[in-house]
C-alpha cells in the first residue's frame, strides 16, 4: 500500500443471519421461551427484533413489565431451545470465502455480535474463520448491546480505530453503526427487506455473504 493511500477500513461483523443462518432458530428459541412463561408474542415482532441484544429483547417485544417479571427466565429458556437447535444451523454460503476475501486486502475484521459469548463459539466451529478476526465483542463484554453504538465503538477499537464498515442482517446493525458514526451494508439473508435496512441507514443491501463476494470487484469494499 502507497504512503498516501488510507487504510482499508475497519470490517464489524455482525454473525447471526450475516454469517451463519440462524435468524429463525432464534425466532422460534425466544417465541418458545415466551411462550413457556405465558407470553404470547406474534413471531412477526420477535424476527423484527432479532440481531438486538437479548438483554433488551423481552422488554422490546414483551414490555418493561414482563422483563421484570420474567425476562431472565425467557433468556435461559430461549439458550436452551436455541442450543438444541443448533445441529441445523449452518454457515451461509460465501460466508468463509467473504472473510478471507476481505482480509486477504486488508480489511481488520471484528466480530461484534449481541449473542453471548458461549453461543457465538459454537457458532464460530461451523465457519472457518477465526485466523482473520482480530477480535471478537459478544453480549457477554461489558458494553452496550445493540442498537446502541458501544459494540461498534468497541470492536473498532480493538481493531486499532480508523473507519469503519458494518456489516449485518438487521436494522439493529445498521442504526448502531450510523449512531457509532460508521457505514453499514445489509444483508436479506436475515429475512429482513432491502428497504427497512436501507431506511436503517444501510447505504448498499446485498442477498448476502456469496452476492457480496462476487461484487467485491477485486476484494475492495467500496465506502459510499
Excluded at 457465538?120 to 445493540?146: F, I, N, P, Q
Excluded at 458494518?166 to 432491502?194: C, K, L, M, P, Y
Aim: glycine letters at 12%.
Amino acid at each position: 500500500m502507497a504512503a498516501d493511500q488510507p487504510s482499508p477500513p475497519v470490517v464489524v461483523l455482525d454473525l447471526d443471519g450475516t454469517l451463519v443462518d440462524s435468524v429463525y432458530e432464534h425466532v422460534v428459541a425466544w417465541h418458545t421461551a415466551l411462550h413457556d412463561v405465558g407470553l404470547h408474542v406474534p413471531t412477526v415482532r420477535i424476527h423484527e427484533a432479532i440481531g438486538m441484544g437479548g438483554d433488551r429483547l423481552v422488554a422490546h417485544v414483551a414490555g418493561d413489565a414482563a422483563e421484570s417479571a420474567v425476562g431472565d427466565d425467557v433468556r435461559e429458556l430461549h439458550d436452551k431451545y436455541f442450543r438444541a437447535a443448533l445441529r441445523t444451523v449452518c454457515a451461509l454460503d460465501g460466508a468463509s470465502e467473504l472473510v478471507e476475501a476481505l482480509a486477504g486486502h486488508g480489511h481488520r475484521l471484528v466480530l461484534a455480535s449481541s449473542s453471548e459469548t458461549g453461543l457465538v463459539e459454537e457458532m464460530l466451529d461451523l465457519l472457518d474463520v477465526r485466523r482473520h478476526l482480530t477480535a471478537v465483542v459478544t453480549g457477554s463484554d461489558d458494553a452496550a448491546t445493540k442498537p446502541a453504538p458501544d459494540m461498534v465503538l468497541a470492536a473498532v477499537e480493538k481493531a486499532g480505530g480508523g473507519d469503519a464498515v458494518v456489516i449485518g442482517d438487521a436494522t439493529w446493525d445498521a442504526v448502531s453503526a450510523q449512531a457509532a458514526g460508521a457505514a453499514s451494508i445489509g444483508f436479506r439473508s436475515g429475512g429482513i427487506n432491502a428497504d427497512r435496512l436501507r431506511s436503517a441507514g444501510a447505504y448498499a443491501v446485498y442477498d448476502g455473504p456469496r452476492d457480496l463476494l462476487d461484487q467485491l470487484g477485486g476484494g475492495l469494499l467500496r465506502l459510499p
